[in-house]
């Protein structure tokens, strides 16, 4: 089937990203948020970015000014109900996700795919608060959304192969690499990576070394791009939390049990670049 509208719930870091994407791919988007003033600063950021883009040269004024033509802002499910493809893209929260599942399915067309962009929630959980759970997936996009290549497809035991078929396309469309992946906690990137930086808060919560020094050896020694605390701090620090939690709570792998240290930063409102202090200070 042909999507030729998106929905994105959610206009935080992942779901701006998402529709910016999706928009700069030529499909009209219609983003909702929870209240006027996230929506607007969701939007602004889209704009920022988008200004940046054509500041560097990687898009023409005109391919900007067309981009943000194509984005719709919303505070309504009503308005999803032209759209082909939904992406949910709201806080890790299985009850919140849920109910954005079952507000979209009495709203969106009866061919629509609805996908969640949750990090290592159950699609299936998510699919059966639906009339249409065989329409229902996982687009696991990565961040920052317009740089990111991959993105990971979750196949639920209930979703339908035209879903995936249509998952594909969709990617190709937007410029995005895909992998399939079972619906199990974290899918393939975070089962992996999130082993190691739930280690490297324990190790710096443990005193091992400074944060810059932890920071530095990852990124001078084993050149990985971002050190390990600046990229939950890129995250955000309430994600990570959530996925861990969600993580240990479901394979009961104490690996994956959140260190104190991430809860009290949560608990103090200290997310990470988005509130201006994580485990750097941002102001
Ligand atoms: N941060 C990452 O690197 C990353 C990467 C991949 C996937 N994800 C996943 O993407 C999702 C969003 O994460 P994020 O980093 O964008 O979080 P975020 O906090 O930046 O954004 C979430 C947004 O959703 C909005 N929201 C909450 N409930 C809503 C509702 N009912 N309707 C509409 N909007 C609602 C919030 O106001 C907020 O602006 C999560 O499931 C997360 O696990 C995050």
Do not use: W
Request: charged residues 25%.
């Amino acid at each position: 089937m042909e999507i030729k509208k998106v929905g994105v719930v959610g206009c935080g870091l992942m779901g701006g990203g998402i529709t910016e994407v999706c928009a700069r791919a030529g499909y009209p988007v219609v983003v909702m948020e929870v209240n006027q003033a996230l929506l607007d600063g969701g939007l602004s950021k889209i704009q920022t970015s988008l200004e940046r883009a054509a500041k560097r040269e990687k898009i023409t004024v005109e391919e900007k000014d067309a981009t943000l033509g194509r984005i719709k802002g919303t505070l309504s499910f009503d308005d999803f109900g032209d759209c082909d493809l939904v992406i949910e893209a709201v806080i890790e929260n299985l009850d919140e996700k849920k109910k954005v599942f079952a507000g979209l399915d009495k709203v969106c067309p009866p061919h629509a795919y609805l996908a969640s962009n949750t990090s290592c929630l159950s699609i299936l959980d998510m699919a059966v608060t639906t009339q249409r759970p065989e329409q229902v997936l996982g687009l696991h996009f990565f961040s920052p959304v317009p740089v990111m290549r991959l993105t990971e497809i979750v196949k639920t035991i209930v979703t339908k192969d035209e879903a995936i078929d249509m998952a594909r396309d969709f990617c190709k469309s937007i410029g995005k690499e895909t992998v399939l992946c079972q619906d199990t906690p974290g899918f393939i990137a975070n089962r992996l990576s999130m082993v190691f930086l739930v280690y490297v808060i324990r190790c710096y919560e443990q005193g091992l070394a400074t944060k810059e020094d932890i920071d530095k050896t990852m990124r001078l020694g084993l050149n990985h791009p971002m050190g390990p605390l600046e990229l939950s701090d890129f995250i955000g620090l309430d994600t990570v939390y959530y996925i861990l939690s969600a993580m240990h709570e479901e394979l009961k792998d104490p690996l994956f049990a959140p260190p104190t240290l991430l809860k009290k930063m949560v608990t103090a409102g200290h997310l990470g670049r988005k509130t201006g202090k994580g485990f750097y200070d941002y102001k």
